[in-house]
DNA sequence: ATCCTACATTGGACTTTGTCTAAGTCAAGA
DNA sequence: TCTTGACTTAGACAAAGTCCAATGTAGGAT
């Protein structure tokens, strides 16, 4: 994540002040915030830093295929700036926690051709869900 | 789901027209509505149904198991009345039609003991992506 | 170094999805 | 049939996200 932007400009971004604030939050692994979550942080390096340029942001940066869109919830999305290795999530029912995880196997593989219906399945995500050691601890 | 009615009056629901029309709606395979969708059918059986009750009959039935809230999309929840039958889906990233899906293996056992972080787990949801025969046909 | 302009940002209105509440209604047991 | 607590209703409210017209600015052109 840390040659991100110049990546970026490589591509033909126009470097601001304000992408590079919402880079600089994502930067750092195992974070999963909410676009909310990452406006309240992009405002403390940089105040005048509106909502919809982080929405902007957010969504550009998940067109390039560098951050990830989650959505365990139904709530607020989260994105995930670890988008350059394969993983899956795990989720704790109580408090919300993510973590990475990497399952083994093919899971793609999993799905029959007689279970795909035709279509070309091209992706596959995975959510487990349980209870964090420091909820099921109480 | 075609006994729910009764199964449900056994557990002590009040029986009224309102819950009588969604399970109506909600009856069938294959069918994965958002709650609006489900008050837009349920309106047309009997037309002075309100928004709160369908989203308080939704959330009643995905509380005692008989009906599964899936959100694919971070956009609407959907509701599946296939509860019974252990099954994934398999969505269109075109136009968004889900299938019920039945993949191979142990999905749960995929995940290693080390990639656990100290969580019991206790569910998994996979959702595979991509393209159906119609949207490729196109 | 300055200018230009297409691209980026802003604030606020708007939309979608869902929740809550107070008042009225009714299913089903007595 | 009566009663009562559970159910339903309309509409206000809330959370998450999108859209737009006006304004600002990064970075290439001069």
Redesign the pocket.
């Known amino acids: 994540m840390s040659d991100l932007l110049e990546r970026l ?1 490589g591509r ?8 590079r604030v919402v880079a600089e939050v994502l930067d750092g692994d195992h974070v999963h915030y ?3 979550e990452v406006h309240a942080k992009a405002t403390e390096l ?1 105040p ?10 957010l ?1 550009e940066l998940v067109s390039l295929g560098e951050v990830l869109e989650v ?1 365990t919830d ?4 989260r994105y995930d700036p670890n988008a350059h290795h394969a993983h899956q999530h795990l989720v704790c029912s109580q408090c919300g926690t993510i973590r990475d995880v990497h399952p083994a196997g093919d899971l793609l593989a999993d799905l029959p051709t007689e279970e795909r219906f035709g279509f070309q399945v091209a992706a596959v995500e995975v959510t487990y869900r349980g209870i964090c050691p420091n909820c099921s601890a109480g």
Chains 1, 2 share one sequence.
Do not use: F, H, M, P
């Open positions: 400009r033909g971004w126009r470097l601001t002040a304000q992408r909410t676009a909310d940089l005048e830093i509106s909502r919809a340029t982080v929405y902007n942001t969504g959505s139904g709530r607020a999305k």
